[in-house]
């Protein structure tokens, strides 16, 4: 009798241990909307896509995609419907879908593309990424089909690519990486504020490759791996900051040659640049 | 002995031959590049005598369809002509100057297709059509050269030597330079922007060094204590300010203030962030007490994009009159996602502070205006340019079609005269 009341105790153990972890704990406690970034927004869109609600794909970026998806499993369980995932939200999702972080997390990290659709093998949702980069037919034949190769992890306003973005990165860590950080954000913004100029090209790739522009595009050094602060220095004047104060060109004093470039007005100095109009 | 030599001889016959492989492939390459130039400037050089006739001809016809087919060339071939130069190394100068002369012709084409002002346009481009056919002369003659010479890439540094007093360029810049500035003067609203963006409207008496400083100890109290470096703006800056570099323990930035009134321009800090321990809500919060303390009470929030260190949250001043919110005085805030701690705050267009004339909305009728399967979700009042540098109030719509997936966008639409003025895809 003992020893059966024993093995009642630890098949009851085992199965409330295999009971999967599917409520609001899942989530962090905080409260998540429009804007939002990370872990708790890629549980988020696989959620809502494991119940069908959510076809774009999953990339940890809470934007209007999910934020329509959010609204619809809102209205069609009955809760308010606001588009934020509160705790009321969150525990209902969970209550009703399943998540597997590791294989979703395991997917972007391998830069692959797939779907978390419910009720469909996940191993039929995959496409493995064997190129290094994202792009192509998804596996689910949705139109969705998540990878996180196919760009970069960061937020940016919606006016800019994040192609732009990597550019822009290439052409801040090749001119100045030396520089302090406002120097790197100040030349950025150089390149931004060409861009609403009539006198220079209408895309930033040709105005970083206009022939002649930049010393980085003449000697090779665009082509570096830029750095995370070089990437940051790019977020922060594709968000407004303009620490060159409105300037179409900068130079390094010691090593210009151009007479031009020394008639043009100067605003400030950062570190070993001058920024001028 | 003999065994040396032979090694020796086979050594340079080795090198010699890699020598003349590395020379080949450098030529080849050169040749490549040569060529390339060359159709950028062949390309650019035909476009430019079409564009001539483009304009020209805009100049027979009364008949709206075919002035507006003359005007539409005008516009793709002022374009195409801007890529090509674009595309070719003359020094940032003269292409400068040609990107704004080209850019100048394309938007006064779409501006008078636009606007039906034919007669405006018959008043101006005789002389326009009479000055590109001279600057056509012009840029023929200074580009014989190139297709004189054998792939060589020789001409094309020499013209662009920077060290080189007289090149064969020098008549066409000159001559764009002249002719931009008379067939193409500012306009009113133009010269009001020029203005603003250079702050001639800042009357505040001038601050001192040490008022400023005081300044950015009160604003930002964190950094109170930091060690600073100031520098006043060159004497050639569109307006003068202080810019206050400062270094405190961790934290490594600066703040720029106008040196009228001391108004801040922006301010960015770098420091290491932390582990994120704010939630959305809370940032939002923390960024209106900053708000608080940068002294602009007068704005709304408009958007939030979250980052691996940092918030980025867009205030818009609200108009007092109407409510509806001024995006082009807008003040952006950057939020550490570990403290909440002000990263950055940049009011360089709150305080150019638009003026904002009396304009009537007229309602429109989403069921006609939009496709059937568009829905819209949100409507919003807005000031925001409507590309001729006039404040517009307009409506900004969410608007959300319903095709095979959803697609969101968002349209701002002139609430006067209900012309489209911005359409961009949401994701």
């Keep these: ?277 | 002995m003999r065994t040396l030599l032979v090694i020796l001889t086979v050594a340079v016959i080795g090198l010699g031959a890699y020598s003349i492989n590395l020379h080949s492939d450098k030529e080849s390459l050169q040749r490549t590049v040569h060529a390339q130039y060359t159709e950028k400037l062949t390309d650019a050089s035909e476009k430019l005598s079409y564009l001539q006739r483009a304009v020209s001809q805009s100049l027979l016809f009364k008949d709206e369809q075919a002035i507006h087919s003359e005007l539409d060339s005008i516009w793709r071939l002022s374009s195409e002509v801007r890529s090509s130069i674009s595309n070719i190394p003359i020094g940032q100068e003269l292409s400068n100057e040609w990107l704004g002369y080209l850019g100048k012709l394309g938007e006064e084409a779409r501006k008078t297709a636009k606007t039906g002002d034919y007669e405006a346009w018959r008043e101006k481009m005789p002389q326009i059509s009479t000055n590109l056919q001279s600057l056509s002369d012009e840029w023929t003659t200074a580009t014989v050269d190139y297709y004189k010479q054998d792939g060589n890439m020789d001409v094309w540094l020499r013209q662009v030597d920077n060290k080189n007093p007289n090149t064969s360029f020098d008549n066409v810049k000159n001559t764009l330079k002249d002719y931009g500035e008379k067939d193409f003067p500012l306009t009113l609203s133009e010269s009001d922007w020029q203005k603003k963006i250079e702050l001639k409207a800042l009357q505040d008496s001038v601050i001192t060094e040490k008022e400023a400083l005081e300044k950015v100890k009160y604003l930002f109290p964190l950094i109170k204590d930091a060690t600073f470096t100031v520098t006043k703006s060159s004497d050639t800056a569109p307006y003068p300010f202080y810019h206050i570099q400062f270094h405190q323990g961790i934290r490594l930035g600066y703040v720029d203030l106008t040196e009228k009134g001391g108004h801040l321009l922006s301010y960015l800090v770098e420091r290491p962030v932390g582990e994120a321990k704010l939630s959305q809500e809370q940032i939002t919060k923390k960024a209106e007490e900053h708000l608080q303390r940068l002294g602009m009470k007068d704005v709304a929030f408009v958007e939030s994009r979250e980052n691996h260190l940092a918030w980025h949250v867009t205030f818009a001043r609200v108009n007092p009159s109407d409510k509806a919110l001024i995006y082009a005085d807008g003040v952006q805030l950057k939020i550490a996602k570990d403290t909440g701690e002000l990263l950055g705050a940049n009011a360089m267009e709150y305080i150019q502070e638009e003026t904002i004339k009396p304009q009537t909305a007229k309602p429109i009728d989403w069921k006609t205006f939009f496709d059937e399967d568009v829905q819209v979700e949100e409507v919003k009042n807005i000031y925001t340019d409507n590309g001729q540098f006039e404040q517009r109030l307009c409506y900004e719509v969410i608007a959300v079609r319903n095709g095979k997936t959803q697609e969101t966008f968002r349209v701002v639409i002139d609430a006067e005269n209900h012309n489209v003025l911005k359409v961009e895809y949401l994701t």
């Excluded at chain 1, 959510?54 to 069609?76: C, H, M, P, V």
């Excluded at chain 1, 996940?122 to 290094?132: E, H």
């Excluded at chain 1, 150089?190 to 609403?196: D, G």
């Excluded at chain 1, 900068?250 to 031009?260: D, I, R």
């Design chain 1, 1 to 277: 009798m003992r020893l059966l009341s024993i093995l009642f105790c630890l098949m009851l153990a085992v199965s409330i241990v295999s009971i999967p972890h599917n409520d609001a704990v899942a989530f962090s406690d905080q409260q998540i909307t429009r804007g939002a970034y990370g872990d708790d927004v890629i549980e988020l869109q696989s959620r809502l896509q494991y119940l069908g609600f959510y076809t774009s794909k999953i990339d940890g970026k809470f934007g209007y995609n999910t934020y329509w998806a959010l609204r619809n499993f809102q209205e069609k369980y009955g809760l308010p419907v606001d588009g934020i995932a509160g705790t009321k939200t969150k525990k209902a999702l969970a209550g009703h879908s399943d998540y597997d972080e590791k294989w979703v997390k395991a997917q972007l990290k391998a830069g692959n593309q797939f779907t978390y659709y419910g009720g469909k093998p996940l191993d039929q949702q995959v496409k493995k990424n064997n190129t290094g980069g994202g792009g192509g037919a998804t596996a689910s034949g949705n139109n969705s089909g998540s990878s996180n190769k196919s760009g970069t992890d960061t937020q940016i306003p919606p006016k800019y690519t994040e192609r732009e973005l990597q550019l822009l990165a290439n052409a801040v860590y090749g001119e100045a990486r030396g520089e302090p950080y406002e120097g790197q954000v100040a030349v950025a913004a150089v390149i931004l504020n060409r861009l609403e100029s009539p006198e220079f090209p209408n895309t930033i790739s040709g105005i970083i490759f206009q022939p002649l522009a930049f010393t980085a595009v003449a000697d090779g050094q665009i082509w570096l791996e830029p750095n995370q602060r070089a990437k940051e220095a790019v977020i922060d004047a594709m968000n407004g900051w303009d620490p060159s104060e409105n300037a179409l060109y900068y130079f390094n004093p010691k090593t210009a040659t151009s007479k031009w470039i020394w008639s043009r007005p100067q605003i400030k100095q950062i570190g070993e640049h001058i920024f001028c109009s």
